[in-house]
């Protein structure tokens, strides 16, 4: 049973930082492609990060520059680190795996996904 679980989560003034870090269950090696959503009320969940199965990674127009995929193997953790928040990224973020090995690359589609994390909540004034 695939277990993910989501932290370091808050309230943080614009321009501010935070790290997210997800926990899996999952074994590092080889790698199934990972990612990070988000959902803000009233909206759809959107990708925000993607990783493949060789670490390649993937960004959302809106966070390009600003947000950064990275993974720990030793500790089977992965993290986004947030720089630069601004408001419009207030939302509840989601760490997600697809095991189903039919693909390597990353992806921003939560369609391609079969595991999620329950969510931490981020918050930019």
Excluded: I
């Excluded at 803000?40 to 060789?54: F, S």
């Amino acid at each position: 049973h695939v277990q993910l679980v989501e932290s370091g989560g808050g309230s943080v003034q614009a321009g501010g930082s935070l790290r997210l870090s997800c926990a899996s269950s999952l074994w590092s090696d080889p790698t199934y492609p990972m990612g990070w959503f988000r959902q803000a009320p009233g909206k759809e969940r959107e990708g925000v990060a993607g990783l493949g199965r060789y670490e390649s990674t993937g960004y959302a127009d809106s966070v390009k520059g600003r947000f950064t995929f990275t993974k720990d193997d030793a500790l089977n953790t992965l993290y986004l680190q947030m720089n630069n928040l601004k408001p419009e990224d207030t939302a509840t973020y989601y760490c997600a795996a697809d095991t189903s090995n039919r693909r390597t690359w990353w992806s921003l589609k939560q369609s391609e996904y079969n595991y999620w994390g329950p969510g931490t909540q981020v918050t930019v004034s």
